[in-house]
């Protein structure tokens, strides 16, 4: 009768008692859930909106260089055999005048067709006249057939950009008869600031309209490098890492993604630049992918796993075996348990009773294995650390954690196993018990007896392990003896 009553106690116990414990937990999970599904489908937009405006950014810079390479001064003096000083300050000073308009470049420069430059419109860079650029996109320049042409650099340290990287557009200077190229315009894109501006507009935003505490962004190339970000420990020209797959979408795509960084959790939208109008369009030679990615921060790593450990003992609690009203009569009925991820049962009829892990006292100079003492219906009862004896690693939450009294016979002592949660209570036919000693053939300390499968009513199959409650209080008293001699 009173093992009878031990079933029923900790069937309440696993099915009601536990069930309502958590039941706060399971709506604050599933409220968290539709909270991060919500963020993530927002980095996935404002990653989108920060490619859009560097796309939609960059198509005029493709335009400006090109308009300004018809100029009719620039095409009249860079057609001339020999140019004059007084040609040389024209230039100057119409590079000056837009560059005073168009404040986005750092630098606007004027070459002959060898690369020799001719005038810039910053004084900053005066010392760069008369040099020669020696970039790969100066020989693109010269393939030009058309107005209609253009070339950008790489993402790359530049002399006309103070050995920062950046991008320079560039279109051909053609004569004034349109026979032949005599030079080029060189627009030096600020990319330090203008990027930075960028990727700050595309910051998520609370309710005040302050960017959302803890989020940051980045634009990264198709060569892992990043361009621009604005967290500053993610350094322009350095490797991305974090999530480098986000990186690898065809032109246009986006994607989302759980990612961890710095130990906390972030919802990652990422999306893959697809050009403006004819930028970097179908019929564009121009070529280069940019992937902005947004992080928005979910929490601390720690808690967040917490949270999703906790979710998954309740999980574990929610486990119902297949319908056992046609077990045989040989069947035996286990009371199981979770140490952690790992699932073990042991005979019911040697379960006296769960309760909660309260007021249990630990004792100097015991084995690891040996939680401690706790008062129970007037008795002091070793209680175990399932986890430690097995070495599972379990690091189950508090809150969640019982202890299971055992008794195997009604002359043995009783104790106590700390576990992570409880289980069901299914019954099992005794052949359907693969023994351990038939397993590893050979004779084995661990406390374990056999192994089988239960398939649940909605096709789940699990793995239990029979545990022996003598060989698990035989354990203890081995470990005790062991310490005691040491």
């Not at 029923?8 to 937990?25: A, P």
């Not at 315009?185 to 990727?199: H, N, R, Y």
């Not at 002592?413 to 590893?440: M, N, R, T, W, Y």
């Not at 239990?464 to 203890?476: F, G, M, N, P, R």
Request: net charge negative.
């Amino acid at each position: 009768q009173q093992n009878s009553f031990s079933k029923v106690l900790l069937w309440e116990i696993s099915n009601t008692g536990f069930k309502t414990q958590n039941v706060i937990e399971k709506t604050v999970s599933d409220l968290y859930q539709t909270v991060v599904s919500i963020m993530l489908e927002s980095s996935r937009f404002f990653a989108f909106l920060a490619v859009d405006i560097m796309d939609r950014n960059l198509y005029e810079r493709a335009n400006d260089c090109r308009w300004w390479a018809l100029t009719s001064s620039f095409r009249k003096i860079l057609s001339k055999p020999q140019r004059t000083a007084a040609d040389i300050h024209s230039l100057e000073k119409v590079l000056g005048y837009i560059n005073g308009l168009y404040t986005v470049y750092d630098n606007l420069v004027v070459f002959d067709r060898q690369g020799k430059i001719l005038a810039v419109s910053n004084p900053d860079y005066s010392d760069c006249v008369d040099t020669i650029i020696e970039s790969e996109w100066i020989s693109r320049l010269r393939g030009t057939r058309t107005t209609q042409e253009y070339v950008v650099s790489k993402f790359e340290p530049s002399p006309l950009y103070k050995d920062k990287p950046t991008y320079i557009y560039a279109a051909a200077i053609r004569d004034e008869d349109d026979m032949g190229i005599v030079g080029g315009i060189g627009i030096v894109f600020d990319s330090q600031p203008q990027f930075a501006a960028m990727l700050q507009d595309s910051l998520p935003r609370d309710a005040d309209g302050h960017p959302i505490k803890g989020s940051f962004t980045l634009y990264v190339d198709d060569d892992m490098k990043i361009i621009s970000s604005t967290l500053k420990e993610f350094e322009v020209g350095s490797e991305f890492t974090v999530h480098p797959n986000l990186c690898k979408m065809a032109a246009g795509e986006d994607a989302f993604d759980i990612a961890i960084h710095d130990g906390r959790y972030y919802a990652v939208g990422a999306c893959s630049s697809a050009g403006y109008r004819e930028y970097k369009g179908r019929n564009d030679a121009y070529k280069n992918q940019i992937t902005a990615l947004i992080f928005i921060p979910l929490g601390n790593a720690v808690e967040i796993d917490a949270l999703i450990h906790a979710d998954q003992s309740f999980q574990h609690n929610q486990f119902r075996p297949g319908s056992t009203g046609n077990a045989s009569k040989e069947a035996r009925e286990y009371a199981t348990f979770y140490v952690g991820q790992n699932w073990f049962g042991i005979p019911a009829t040697q379960v006296v009773q769960a309760t909660e892990p309260l007021n249990i006292r630990a004792i100097p100079d015991t084995p690891p294995v040996l939680q401690g003492v706790l008062q129970y219906q007037g008795n002091v009862i070793p209680v175990m650390n399932m986890a430690e004896m097995l070495k599972t690693g379990a690091d189950s939450l508090p809150e969640s954690r019982q202890v299971i009294i055992i008794q195997s016979t009604a002359n043995s002592p009783q104790f106590g196993i700390l576990v992570s949660a409880l289980g069901e209570i299914p019954a099992i036919e005794p052949e359907k018990i693969k023994s351990i000693s038939d397993i590893f053939f050979c004779k084995s300390n661990s406390p374990a007896v056999g192994v089988t499968r239960i398939s649940s009513d909605n096709d789940q199959n699990d793995m239990l392990t029979i545990l022996s409650a003598e060989d698990l209080w035989q354990k203890v008293n081995v470990l005790s003896l062991a310490r005691e001699a040491a």
